[in-house]
T-cell receptor, first 112, second 111 residues
């Protein structure tokens, strides 16, 4: 079964609002990554957070990781219409084989 | 800079026909290579990954196979396609075991 479960499955907000997406996983990890996918396109890496980190920022993105709860969240602040896309979390296992296990994704719609 | 190519971009094939999807990476050497499949509205399922020429690991037993004849070339094949093989196929590469860089994908429809 998939390692990552994301919540919510779909999110619709107004431009300027913040968007929060959550990801839960089941086994120990080396790192957790977030990717973005525009419709019908390949995935683009957004941010990576290692298992010994609790929070990371990149521009308008903020990622948190709680290994005790096996969960992560992605916050997009001051959203823009161009942020409309699907967002996936992916976990790299602690055995560090290079394999990523992806969640089912959150579809974000930002209305102008 | 590194780039990753996939072709064809779209493909419509009848059930029972063979398949060959190609992925090539430019601008790097000895990358880890990955094939994923994405069903509509779903996450990615890892199909195969390779850490070197001729080294292929299969994640899900199925109707597909993969080969890596050259360092930066990764091929996904099938001898006889099934309806369930329809989907969006993505190739990716990584230097290490961290972020992966994805190609534009191939949309496969099996009729």
């Amino acid at each position: 079964s998939q390692q990552g479960e994301e919540d919510p499955q779909a999110l619709s907000i107004q431009e300027g609002e913040n968007a929060t997406m959550n990801c839960s996983y089941k086994t120990s990890i080396n790192n957790l990554q977030w990717y973005r996918q525009n419709s019908g396109r390949g995935l683009v890496h957004l941010i990576l957070i290692r298992s010994n980190e609790r929070e990371k920022h990149s521009g308008r993105l903020r990622v948190t990781l709680d290994t005790s709860k096996k969960s992560s969240s992605l916050l997009i602040t001051a959203s823009r219409a161009a942020d409309t896309a699907s967002y996936f979390c992916a976990t790299a296992g602690s055995s560090n084989t290079g394999k990523l296990i992806f969640g089912q994704g959150t579809t974000l719609q930002v209305k102008p | 800079s590194q780039t990753i190519h996939q072709w064809p971009a779209t493909l419509v094939q009848p059930v029972g026909s063979p398949l060959s999807l190609e992925c090539t990476v430019e601008g790097t050497s000895n990358p880890n290579l990955y094939w994923y499949r994405q069903a509509a509205g779903r996450g990615l399922q890892l199909l195969f990954y390779s850490v070197g020429i001729g080294q292929i690991s299969s994640e899900v037993p199925q109707n597909l196979s993969a080969s890596r004849p050259q360092d930066r070339q990764f091929i996904l094949s099938s001898k006889k396609l099934l309806l369930s093989d329809s989907g969006f196929y993505l190739c990716a590469w990584s230097w290490d075991y961290n972020e992966q860089f994805f190609g534009p994908g191939t949309r496969l429809t099996v009729l």
